[in-house]
């Protein structure tokens, strides 16, 4: 199946840092999207992108969808304690015949603030 | 609070038992998603419903089902439990068939 690859794994910056993490598939996706996971709660949606190229902003943080539509990237600028938490990329999966079938994650990339 | 609302948050229960988690979407929305978020795979899709029907499934073994009622509220039934079920269960909901779910705090199921 589609699976996608994030790096890094973890990040340890200092609060004030910008923070880049980026999302890998062998696949093509149409869409990908953005969340965020808090201790003990739910991934939320930060930023969704729907055509290759294209960059978009929420707050301190931007995606973009890459032009191969096999990657994209998240960055946050300026980070800040509440930033800490583990980030997700995702994209839809289609069955064979076009079908949607839920959301394929990243394993996530993990961002913890040192003070 | 997202809206969706999932219960119980945490339950424990003996290999070979059988549970039912609980997920009320936000208000106005047809679909309901359930996922299982464990150290080892990740988030992974389990099954979709639609307005009551089931409409896309993915890694969910035999042993699970799930159903939609009609005031939309979906229930995911656990049964023959094994110690690698453990995890933690989200319910997502959206409006149509975007991509753009909410998802639940989640039930934490621990097998013992």
């Known amino acids: 199946g589609q699976q996608l690859n994030q790096s890094p794994q973890s990040m340890f910056i200092q609060e004030g840092e910008d923070v880049s993490m980026n999302c890998t598939s062998s696949s093509i996706f149409n869409t990908w999207l953005w969340y965020k996971q808090d201790p003990g709660e739910g991934p939320v949606l930060l930023i969704a992108l729907y055509k290759a190229g294209e960059l978009t902003s929420n707050g301190r943080l931007t995606a973009q969808f890459g032009i191969t539509r096999k990657d994209s990237f998240l960055n946050i600028s300026a980070s800040i304690p509440s930033d800490v938490g583990i980030y997700f990329c995702?994209?839809?999966?289609?069955?064979?015949?076009?079908?949607?079938?839920?959301?394929?994650f990243g394993k996530g990339t993990h961002l913890i603030i040192q003070p | 609070d997202s809206g969706v609302t999932q219960t119980p948050k945490h339950l424990i229960t003996a290999t070979g038992q059988r549970v039912t988690l609980r997920c009320s979407p936000r208000s106005g929305d047809l679909s309901v998603y359930w996922y299982q978020q464990s150290l080892d795979q990740g988030l992974q899709f389990l099954i979709q419903y639609y307005n009551g029907e089931e409409r896309a499934k993915g890694n969910i073994l035999e042993r699970f089902s799930a159903q939609q009622f009609p005031d939309l509220h979906s229930e995911l039934n656990l049964s023959s439990l094994e110690l690698g079920d453990s995890a933690l269960y989200f319910c997502a909901s959206s409006r149509s068939s975007t991509y753009g779910y909410t998802f639940g705090s989640g039930t934490r199921l621990t097998v013992v």
């Open positions: 995702a994209g839809p999966v289609f069955d064979s015949g076009g079908g949607a079938d839920g959301l394929t």
